[in-house]
C-alpha cells in the first residue's frame, strides 16, 4: 500500500532529468526522490519510438517496485515517445510529462519567431506535432535536433570550446533571422544555459519548463489528503543503469549536494526488459 511517505519517482535518458529533479526539490524539500538515469541507452533522441517506449516501461515498473507514488518522465524525449503509452498501460499511477514550452514562447515573442532546441525523436513525434498545431499557428518556429549536445553534457563538457562552437552554430543563425524567444526542449540542455545566454545575450528569454512541470508535481500531490509537511528533508536516491563511477562524478558537479548514488542493471527474459537494483551503493 502506497502512502503519502512513498517516493516521486523520476526517471530520464541521463542526467538531464537532474535538471527537473533540482526544481522538484526545491519545491517539495519534504519529498523523497527516486531518480533513474537510463546511461546504459543515453542518448534517447536517435532511437525508435517503440524501443523508448520499453525503456520507458520498464523503468516505470522499477520505480513502482521501490513504492514510487507519482512518476515524473524528466526527459522530452520519453514523454514524446512513450507517455500516452505509460498511462494506458499503468491506469492507476500518476505521471506527470515533459514537452517542450512552445505555448509559452509563442506567447512571449514579440518577432513571431521562436527557436526551439530539442531532440530529433522529440521533433519527430505526434505529440510535437500536436502542440505545434495547437500554439505555434502564426509564429514561425526555428527548430534544430542539435546533434550530439546531449553527449558532450553527459561527458561533462558544458562551456568547452567544442560545446560553445555546437551551440553558437546552432543559436547565431537563429538570432540573426530575428528569434527573439528560446525553448529548452530537452531537459540536457539547462546545463549549457551559461554558455547560451552568453552567446544570445540578456534580451532573448532562454525558457525552461522545468519549474513549471516541478509545480504540476506539486498540484498533482496536493491532490492528496493533507500530509503532515512538517517532516525532515526528503531522502534523495539516485540510479544510473551506466557505469556508477562515471555517474557519481556527474552527480557531485551537477548535482552538488548528498544524495545516495546506486547501480541498477538491465536484464531481458522472455522478450521483456526489466531493470533491477544492482545492490551497490557506492
Ligand atoms: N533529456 C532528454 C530530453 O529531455 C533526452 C535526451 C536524449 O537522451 O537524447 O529529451
Request: charged share 15%; hydrophobic share 45%.
Amino acid at each position: 500500500m502506497l502512502s503519502l511517505s512513498s517516493p516521486i519517482g523520476v526517471f530520464d535518458s541521463g542526467v538531464g532529468g537532474l535538471s527537473v529533479l533540482k526544481q522538484i526539490q526545491a519545491q517539495l524539500p519534504h519529498e523523497d526522490l527516486l531518480y533513474v538515469a537510463d546511461q546504459a541507452h543515453v542518448p534517447y533522441g536517435p532511437r525508435s519510438k517503440s524501443e523508448v517506449q520499453q525503456f520507458s516501461a520498464a523503468i516505470t515498473r522499477f520505480l513502482l517496485a521501490q513504492e514510487a507514488r507519482l512518476i515524473v518522465v524528466a526527459c522530452n524525449t520519453a514523454s514524446a515517445a512513450a507517455l500516452s503509452e505509460l498511462r494506458r498501460s499503468f491506469p492507476e499511477v500518476s505521471f506527470v510529462g515533459m514537452e517542450p514550452a512552445v505555448k509559452p514562447a509563442a506567447q512571449a515573442t514579440r518577432t513571431g519567431k521562436v527557436g526551439v532546441l530539442a531532440t530529433t525523436g522529440t521533433f519527430a513525434s505526434e505529440r510535437y506535432a500536436a502542440l505545434m498545431a495547437r500554439y505555434a499557428a502564426g509564429v514561425e518556429v526555428f527548430s534544430d535536433p542539435c546533434l550530439g549536445l546531449v553527449e558532450r553534457i553527459e561527458a561533462g563538457e558544458l562551456d568547452s570550446t567544442e560545446t560553445v562552437a555546437l551551440l553558437a552554430g546552432i543559436v547565431r543563425p537563429m538570432v540573426a533571422q530575428g528569434v527573439d524567444t528560446l525553448v529548452l526542449g530537452c531537459t540536457h540542455y539547462p546545463f549549457v544555459l551559461p554558455a547560451l545566454r552568453e552567446l544570445v545575450g540578456t534580451a532573448v528569454p532562454i525558457i525552461d519548463p522545468a519549474p513549471a512541470v516541478a509545480r504540476q508535481v506539486g498540484r498533482v500531490l496536493a491532490m492528496e489528503p493533507e500530509a503532515a509537511h512538517a517532516l525532515p528533508p526528503g531522502r534523495v536516491v539516485l540510479f544510473t543503469s551506466g557505469s556508477g563511477s562515471q555517474f557519481q562524478a556527474q552527480v557531485r558537479r551537477l548535482w552538488g549536494e548528498a544524495a545516495v548514488v546506486k547501480t541498477a542493471v538491465w536484464h531481458e527474459a522472455a522478450g521483456e526488459l526489466s531493470l533491477q537494483i544492482n545492490g551497490v551503493e557506492l
